[in-house]
């Protein structure tokens, strides 16, 4: 069973450079949701999608869009990378709010000189 | 918005000891999740809690939820080396995604 899998694992980038983050899942789950992990600040939520074709913003979604490319994959996009975005980055997904916890990805370690 | 909140942050503790971490969360939230983190790791799905008064155990780990006082606990039991990890308590913000709190780091010393 896969479950969650995000590509690529690590990722050095330049400022101003851009990069797609891939995440799929293959539970048949209908909501997708990225989150970054800095140190000492648990983890914040970028954007979600609550099923196929609605997305919406989280708590920190400035400099990054996504796309809900189909049930089992939800894209996460930096235009144009910061320093600020250095990050570990995961994907996680759950079949609906109700009484199942989110089954997460391994992580996207993203590195922005 | 929900914002959720955890105490300690940081947890030493020796082995064979008993200690409880909190989770306080701002506004009602209907379940409160608590996952387990290793170092360089994804996060693990630990308990979750559905309803006030819920109790969940796994072997010396056992998590309450008081959605009147807006608290869960995560409390262990007889620690030993293996669960020295970081523990995070999440909970369901108004049903439409997840609110997560700082975490707790344990360390676990023998």
């Known amino acids: 069973n896969a479950g969650v899998t995000q590509t690529p694992k690590f990722q050095v980038l330049k400022t101003g450079q851009s990069m797609t983050l891939q995440c799929a899942q293959d539970m048949n789950h209908n909501s997708m949701y990225w989150y970054r992990q800095d140190p000492g600040m648990g983890l914040r939520l970028i954007y979600y999608s609550a099923s196929e074709g609605t997305t919406d913003k989280g708590e920190v979604p400035n400099g990054y869009n996504v796309s809900r490319l189909n049930k089992r994959e939800f894209s996460l996009r930096l235009e144009s990378a910061a320093p600020s975005q250095t990050s570990v980055y995961f994907c996680a997904s759950i079949e609906g709010l109700g009484s199942k916890p989110q089954h997460f990805g391994d992580g996207t370690r993203l590195s922005i000189l | 918005e929900l914002k959720v909140e955890q105490n300690p942050l940081f947890l030493s503790m020796q082995e064979g000891k008993n200690y409880t971490i909190y989770c306080n969360y701002s506004t009602t939230s209907d379940r409160l999740y608590w996952y387990r983190q290793d170092p360089g790791k994804s996060l693990e799905s630990l308990f979750v809690l559905l309803s006030n008064g819920a109790v969940k155990q796994e072997g010396r780990l056992m998590a309450s939820l008081d959605t009147k006082a807006r608290l869960s606990t995560l409390h262990i039991t007889a620690a030993v080396h293996d669960l020295s990890a970081t523990y995070f308590c999440?909970?369901?913000?108004?049903?439409?995604?997840?609110?997560f709190g700082p975490g707790t780091r344990l360390s676990v010393l023998p």
């Open positions: 999440a909970g369901d913000n108004y049903g439409q995604n997840f609110v």
